[in-house]
């Protein structure tokens, strides 16, 4: 479904519309307007990064109305975007959730734990400073998606090249990247090829293939290699950023050590550093209302832009006490790190996994594990997603 767009009508006596997305006054602290306007204009009017205006959102129920309300859809700004199908966009996510459930996801938390401890083996041979985005923020989840996935041993290294390339983790021209996806896909299309032609397999791409036969799914190759190409994306990037960005909170906050002499705040710790800092860039996809609804008592017409920031509504004081305050042993975390209805994070529970492990792994193995540059000097980089993320983390121990 598409809908024409249009910009909120000013209004002759109101003030210009401020420019979103709002900048930030320090690493840690979301941007003070959020708080403001959750206060005191819930839905107001901005000015979006394309010279466009939108309705804000910010407190976290209107947040989770326009995310999960079929009055809104996703808007791309790109014609025919398959995120504007939502028809096709929920025939595709029910196929993955039968085959990428929790329970598949848990049975690799073993694996995960070695390829954690490996890792850490591999970084403390070096000599510190050592960059932990290189040496395990990004190498836990790429391996990891490639044992999910049912990648041949021989051929991960070529398969990370080509992640990497497309995913602008390494430095390449444009026609790099392109000649990587050509090259990713076709690798793709001849390993479903090959998993059709072989025998039962435990592995994530072998079961799509057999809840596509045996459901007939209607789903073709090229959808098979799309799915295949979009894990990948979630599974790679996204659990590496925030592997990295939670390790910092961590650190800055004097927090490893705690976890390594209790562990069982881990699953809270988890949830803690996904709520402080989901939706860094303050910006998720822009929603497109396709009909007129109120939020708040505001109306929003049909074909007016949304945007509702994941980090205002985990930081709203109406859902979560002192939201400012870094805390793991939070017992209440409402937060919407991972999205909710149609566009909920198909690599939930593997990210989750995934974070637990790397805090387990680090904080028995390396307790003393340090920043070797305050935090505030960390070099920001904004990646395919548009977050702000470090691009490295240099650390002692």
């Not at 789903?219 to 960005?245: C, F, Q, W």
């Amino acid at each position: 479904m598409t809908s024409e767009v249009t910009a909120p009508k000013p209004t002759s006596s109101a003030a210009p519309p401020p420019s979103f997305p709002f900048g930030r006054s320090g690493f840690f602290q979301s941007p003070p307007e959020f708080t403001r306007l959750r206060a005191t204009a819930p839905v107001s009017r901005v000015v979006t990064a394309d010279n466009g205006q939108a309705w804000l959102v910010t407190r976290q129920d209107d947040v989770r109305f326009v995310l999960s309300n079929q009055a809104f859809v996703a808007y791309s700004g790109i014609a025919d975007s398959p995120f504007e199908d939502p028809s096709a966009h929920t025939r595709l996510r029910k196929l993955m959730s039968h085959a990428f459930t929790a329970r598949r996801v848990e049975r690799l938390r073993p694996r995960t734990r070695e390829i954690a401890a490996d890792l850490v083996t591999q970084m403390t041979r070096l000599e510190a400073p050592v960059d932990l985005v290189q040496a395990f923020a990004l190498p836990l989840p790429i391996i990891v998606i490639c044992e999910l996935l049912g990648i041949p041993v021989a051929d991960r290294a070529e398969f990370r090249r080509w992640a990497d390339a497309i995913l602008a983790v390494t430095a390449c021209t444009p026609e790099e990247a392109g000649q990587a996806g050509q090259d990713l896909n076709s690798y793709m299309s001849s390993l479903i090829a090959e998993k059709q032609r072989s025998s039962v397999s435990e592995d994530l791409l072998s079961a799509l293939i057999a809840v596509r036969d045996r459901d007939d799914a209607q789903l073709s190759d090229t959808e098979l290699v799309t799915i295949a190409v979009g894990l990948i994306i979630a599974g790679y990037v996204t659990p590496s950023n925030a592997v990295g960005l939670a390790v910092i909170y961590l650190l800055a906050h004097q927090q490893l050590e705690v976890l390594r002499d209790n562990p069982a705040l881990i699953p809270a710790a988890v949830e803690e550093t996904l709520r402080y800092q989901s939706g860094r860039n303050g910006e998720s996809m822009p929603r497109v209302a396709v009909q007129d609804v109120r939020i708040g008592g505001v109306l929003i017409r049909a074909g007016e832009r949304v945007v509702a920031p994941l980090e205002s509504a985990n930081h709203d004081e109406r859902r979560v006490a002192n939201p400012e305050r870094f805390d793991i042993s939070r017992r209440e975390n409402s937060h919407l790190a991972f999205g909710i209805g149609i566009h909920h994070c198909p690599g939930a529970a593997l990210a989750r996994v995934e974070l637990q492990v790397a805090f387990e792994a680090l904080a028995r193995r390396v307790p003393r594990l340090h920043l070797a540059v305050p935090a505030e000097e960390l070099p920001i980089t904004v990646n395919m997603f548009g977050d702000q993320v470090p691009s490295a983390i240099p650390v002692g121990w």
